[in-house]
């Protein structure tokens, strides 16, 4: 299936992560958790799809070594709607932005639009129940970029509850340091246990009280081998962050100013 197409570029919004509690390991290796997952555009990716005389074809620049192009979410994505729909001629092109190994789910949000677009471009008769699906083959916070709204997420990431949080009165800062944490390093300090807090309803507070209550079980393994991002922390305190936190399993932190 080869449609007639003008190319189409998007912008590949990342996300954050407020509070991620590891409630238990999963008998299939995954891990239960709860988080909110936060869009946001700090960082982007800039995606676009055009027309292929060949079958496909796929280039991406970035600054950071990205390892095999072939491992790409992008390409895995396309591979998906191909083995289900029989898709063919178009040319996907990345341009990085978002840093890896940060806990900003670059990756998930390029699979997720790569879907989207796809899907758009073929006018594939594709349920949003059949969307979810295919994006959590690919990762476990790809659904999340579907739909791309604050949401309380559990299960191992994809069973999601829209909320009501909205964070545009605050100023958003992003530190990713040159430090890059693999998701499995991050789940080898962790001790998975349950947690009597419920983030939807903590996070109806002020963010200056969320210290303290709304935590990220990463941090402690994570800063303890990378002392680096505990510091940044800390400054982004000192600078009148009413609350910092790192994002997913790291590396990056994010703190939140009121002014």
């Excluded at 829209?162 to 990713?176: A, E, F, G, Q, T």
């Excluded at 709304?214 to 305190?237: G, H, Q």
Aim: contains cysteine; negative net charge; aromatic residues 12%.
């Amino acid at each position: 299936m080869k449609p007639l197409f003008n190319p189409v570029t998007v912008s590949v919004n990342a996300k954050i992560n407020i509070g991620l509690q590891v409630i238990r390991k999963r008998p299939d290796g995954y891990h239960d958790l709860q988080t909110v997952f936060y869009p946001t555009d700090f960082f982007t990716d800039t995606l676009t799809v055009s027309p292929y005389e060949g079958d496909f074809s796929f280039q991406v620049a970035s600054a950071e070594d990205i390892g095999d192009s072939s491992d790409n979410l992008c390409v895995k994505a396309f591979q998906l709607l191909q083995r289900e729909f029989g898709i063919s001629g178009v040319a996907i092109s990345l341009q990085k932005g978002i840093p890896t190994g940060a806990g900003l789910g670059g990756g998930s949000a390029d699979a997720a639009f790569t879907l989207k677009v796809l899907k758009d471009i073929f006018q594939l008769p594709v349920s949003e129940q059949n969307m979810a699906r295919y994006a959590l083959l690919l990762g476990s916070d790809v659904p999340f970029f579907l739909y791309n709204q604050p949401v309380y997420a559990t299960g191992r990431g994809e069973v999601l509850t829209p909320i009501d949080l909205n964070l545009s009165s605050y100023r958003l800062k992003i530190v990713k340091p040159d430090i890059h944490v693999s998701t499995k390093e991050a789940y080898a300090g962790i001790s998975p246990k349950a947690s009597d807090i419920f983030l939807p309803e903590v996070l109806l507070r002020d963010a200056k009280d969320w210290e303290g209550l709304v935590t990220n079980d990463f941090e402690k393994p994570v800063f303890a081998k990378y002392p680096e991002l505990w510091e940044i922390k800390r400054e982004l305190y000192r600078d009148g962050a009413v609350y910092a936190s790192m994002s997913g399993s790291g590396s990056a932190v994010f703190g939140l100013f009121s002014d």
